[in-house]
């Protein structure tokens, strides 16, 4: 139980802003909790998103205007660490075959070219699948709904068999601890979440699982590409995945929203 409690607090503290006070050094089991107890971390996360679209709706403000509020909430209360861990994957690998380079691309604090057209896409297309999404009379729910889901891809991310990239410091606690019945639990618990979100918010049944399958495919693809190319996994790649499984489960929740 001390395990989990400190895989808990390890969660919020890495993946939000919220203060836990100090954490001793983590070991492996700990990583392991915490990464499996990802999306229950981000809760306050999903509650703070789903206000923010309910205040734009009460205040009448443009669904374009909330949208951004919502999505620029969000990167304040996780620090932008996420954002900032896209950028620098996009940037390593895009920056060619040779895994010492990209590692050492990986780890500066610059934003090269590569990094800024991830950014914008992903957080274009963040804001715009909201704004589709505030125009159903309970798109607030869904939307903090699939904030939440989609810390499911850090938890992906760390399935045993994924190894650390060389020199990551998170990576080392928390890559490969996972289990994979374990991991199939998060996903199945996280797609029946988010099918009742969606159910309730007037979505087809089947688009909340239809999303989770789409996310598996698309963090499946970038954890593929990080190996190939960095050898492993570390803080970086785990924000990519979260913001790029956001961004995969708001675009498939907006099927049919048009017609």
């Given amino acids: 139980m001390n ?10 503290g890495t ?18 909790w915490s990464m499996a107890l990802a999306p229950v971390a981000a809760l306050p996360l999903g509650v703070l998103v789903a206000a923010t679209c309910l205040l734009g709706r009460w205040l009448a403000l ?30 390593g690998i895009g920056a060619g075959w040779d895994r010492e380079r990209a590692l050492r691309v990986l780890r500066t604090g610059d934003v090269g070219p590569m990094g800024v057209a991830a950014l914008l896409v992903v957080v274009l297309v963040q804001i715009a699948a909201v704004a589709a999404l505030q125009e159903i009379a309970r798109g607030w729910l869904i939307v903090g709904a ?4 989609s810390r499911v891809a850090a938890t992906l991310g760390c399935l045993r068999g994924l190894p650390p990239a060389e020199g990551s410091t998170l990576g080392v606690v928390v890559a490969s601890t996972v289990p994979g019945p374990v991991g ?21 049944w089947w688009q909340g699982a239809a999303a ?7 963090v499946g693809w970038v954890v593929r590409s ?14 990519a995945v979260i ?11 907006t099927v049919g929203i048009a017609s």
Avoid: C, K
């Fill in 146 to 149: 699939a904030v939440v889901a």
């Fill in 62 to 91: 443009p669904a374009l205007v909330t949208a951004s509020l919502s999505i620029g909430a969000l990167a304040l209360a996780t620090r932008a660490l996420h954002l900032d861990g896209l950028a620098d994957t996009a940037d």
């Fill in 212 to 218: 989770v399958v789409a996310l598996l495919a698309v």
């Fill in 226 to 239: 990080a190996l190939r190319v960095f050898g492993g996994i570390n803080g970086d790649v785990l924000g």
């Fill in 243 to 253: 913001e790029v499984g956001l961004g995969t489960l708001l675009v498939v929740l």
């Fill in 15 to 32: 993946l939000t802003m919220i203060p836990v006070g100090h954490i001793p050094p983590p070991t492996r089991r700990v990583g392991a």
């Fill in 3 to 12: 395990a989990a409690w400190g895989g808990l607090r390890l969660a919020v």
């Fill in 184 to 204: 199939a639990v998060v996903v199945g618990a996280t797609a029946a979440a988010l099918t009742t979100a969606g159910t309730l918010a007037g979505l087809p």
